[in-house]
């Protein structure tokens, strides 16, 4: 298996040599680290996609000043005098882009590059992840939590909901997966 | 009460700026933990559906488990307490749904949000469009959610629930079930990896035996430890009240035994009919002495089944709720009343003397109720009725314009802890 084996020569941003990813188990182990610290702490787990809701009630907000008093859905979130930045998600998320950021500079793995299967193209790739990401998102929208505040957070405190949907998670991907093999092969 | 979590994060986060840090470090250490492990490259990512790779597998349920066996750890030597930690509230068939979608948008886009953010951050391209797409998705959930409102508010949702109360298992067994099945699937995991990304297995490091019995240890250790009980966490609340101006703190057994939490039955009658406030009536009396007489509006849970009310008192999450819980004295009104307290539920009262009570005040003149004949033992119904009409006598659903009762108000709203919701909420 050679995915964690990246070709000698590879070098991301200030020339720093490209470093192999962390054994599995090891990374396993780091993130539920930071996760039990999050819930220790602040009785709170990880989230990401909560947090870029905010960010878009801010933005709706802005450009139609308004609506989102009209939709109940963003009312929570931001409506009236409420600011919808003023919550945990949103320093999780900068806290994350900030954490990648560095990580994959100091392994060498600053790089500007499309990652995708050998046969496709990239705008095709491109084209789909944007799709990916606009589905994905729907979801998690729908079960109240993406994979990293349902499936990891949920299924860390043993929340029933939380294991159902991770099941679906896989089972979604798995069923759509042969048929997308081509696509990542 | 608990160390943890801080008392700081139970309080509305802006009375605290330095908890925006701590947030801030806790999703620094998130995205640099997903970066090393890989999870920055979606064709790492995708690998997992196509059994070459199992980086995915390994490295979330690696965490779920180290996190879980931590956490329930904490609680069973009472740093942490666990009633107070966001559980995800269980809405079955939205989750199921939305978990399909999920995973097709999964292998469709090659990541997560979580993944996504922090492969924009490291620059890759595709992941920066997944993550401009999630943007996109968000906004389309928004602005579509009212077609589908009912269903995804009301559908098949259970509250604050656990594994432990779906399977009826002690928290330990149901820990140590978990890390089983983990490291079953991480057998599995490096199987397939062996037989489908030709992955040769004696080269993986021996430690993760190790770390296989250290989660079994740590787990069966939470097993003997146990859970803390009730009482024990019932005899560490400390309750606040507001007496003449003044904010004092009080142990349970205090507020009880100074009657700070005994409503009278008029205070309760102008609460119902008060639209501020919503009150939850709980009926904790025997089924038929229910089904004889209860107040309009109260819900049935006998004693021995209060712990089921504690997934949907749980996840309450407005300020105005006040559970008003009552028996036909006080006696099993005070149980349950300790025990929801020992759960952390804020704003539970017990009616003042019970059913009784509310029928001295209420039903003196109906016709058909009468007193015992004959003295009644202590909780138990001093009245007679000639059927059991429920709740359709007039003393079950009083006017409260009809009504001017003298009583010390006892309800002090506590504020509610501050909104938790999920990180994706």
Not at chain 2, 49 to 65: N, R
């Amino acid at each position: 298996m050679a995915v964690d084996v990246p070709q000698t020569e590879s070098r991301g941003l200030f020339k720093i040599r490209t470093k192999p990813y962390v054994h599995p188990y090891v990374g396993g182990a780091l993130l539920g680290l930071v996760l039990f610290l999050a819930f220790l702490l602040t009785r709170n787990g990880l989230g990401a996609s909560g947090g870029l809701n905010r960010l878009i009630a801010v933005v709706e907000d802005a450009v139609v000043p308004g609506h989102i008093d009209q939709t109940p859905y963003l009312l929570k979130l931001a409506g009236g005098e409420k600011n919808a930045l003023d919550d945990w998600s949103v320093p999780v998320v900068i806290g994350a882009l900030l954490g990648g950021f560095v990580s994959g500079l100091i392994n060498g793995r600053l790089k500007v590059e499309i990652n995708k299967g050998p046969r496709v193209s990239n705008r095709t790739r491109l084209g789909m992840a944007f799709l990916g990401g606009a589905i994905m998102a729907y979801g998690a929208r729908m079960a109240r939590g993406c994979t990293s505040g349902q499936a990891l957070s949920g299924g860390a405190v043993l929340s029933a909901g939380s294991w159902a949907l991770m099941m679906c998670i896989f089972a979604g991907a798995y069923a759509l997966a042969y048929f997308l093999r081509k696509f990542w092969n | 009460m608990s160390l943890f979590p801080l008392e700081a994060f139970l309080r509305p986060l802006a009375e605290n700026p330095w908890t925006y840090l701590v947030f801030g470090l806790i999703g620094f250490g998130f995205g640099f933990a997903l970066e090393i492990s890989g999870f920055g490259n979606s064709k790492k990512l995708a690998a997992q559906f196509y059994f070459k790779d199992l980086t995915v597998l390994k490295v979330m349920f690696g965490a779920i488990v180290t996190a879980m066996v931590l956490i329930f750890l904490s609680s069973a030597i009472g740093i942490l307490d666990f009633s107070l930690v966001y559980v995800p509230e269980t809405y079955l068939w939205p989750g199921i749904v939305g978990g399909v979608i999920m995973g097709v948008g999964f292998i469709t886009g090659g990541f997560c949000p979580g993944t996504s953010l922090v492969s924009a951050a490291t620059f890759k391209v595709d992941g920066l469009f997944f993550a401009l797409g999630v943007l996109f998705g968000i906004w389309g959930f928004g602005e579509t959610v009212d077609l589908f409102w009912n269903w995804w508010n009301t559908n098949s949702y259970y509250g604050r629930l656990t594994l432990m109360d779906v399977f009826q298992l002690p928290t330990g067994v149901m820990v140590l079930l978990v890390v089983l099945m983990a490291l079953f699937m991480f057998w599995g995991g490096e199987q397939l990896e062996r037989i489908f990304g030709k992955r040769d297995l004696t080269k993986e490091p021996r430690l993760r035996y190790a770390g296989a019995a250290a989660l079994v240890l740590v787990a069966l250790a939470i097993v003997v430890i146990g859970q803390p009980t009730s009482a024990e966490k019932y005899a560490r609340v400390v309750l606040t009240r507001e007496v003449e101006g003044e904010k004092v703190q009080f142990s349970a057994e205090a507020v009880l035994e100074d009657r700070y939490v005994q409503v009278h039955p008029g205070e309760l009658l102008d609460s119902l009919a008060d639209p501020r406030l919503r009150v939850i009536m709980l009926d904790v009396r025997s089924e038929a002495d229910y089904n004889l007489f209860h107040i309009r509006g109260a819900q049935h849970i006998p004693l021995d089944e209060i712990a089921s009310s504690l997934p949907q008192l749980q996840s309450l999450h407005a300020d105005n709720v006040v559970v008003v819980v009552m028996s036909n004295d006080e006696t099993a009104a005070t149980q349950a009343w300790r025990y929801l307290v020992a759960a952390n539920i804020p704003n539970v009262y017990i009616l003042e003397g019970g059913i009784n009570h509310w029928i001295a005040v209420f039903g003196v003149d109906e016709v058909g109720i009468r007193p015992a004949s004959t003295p009644v033992a202590d909780d138990a119904l001093g009245y007679t009725f000639p059927a059991a009409l429920g709740d359709r006598y007039e003393a079950a659903d009083p006017d409260p314009h009809a009504w001017k009762l003298d009583y010390t108000p006892k309800i002090q709203l506590q504020r509610r802890r501050a909104p938790s919701g999920g990180g994706c909420g």
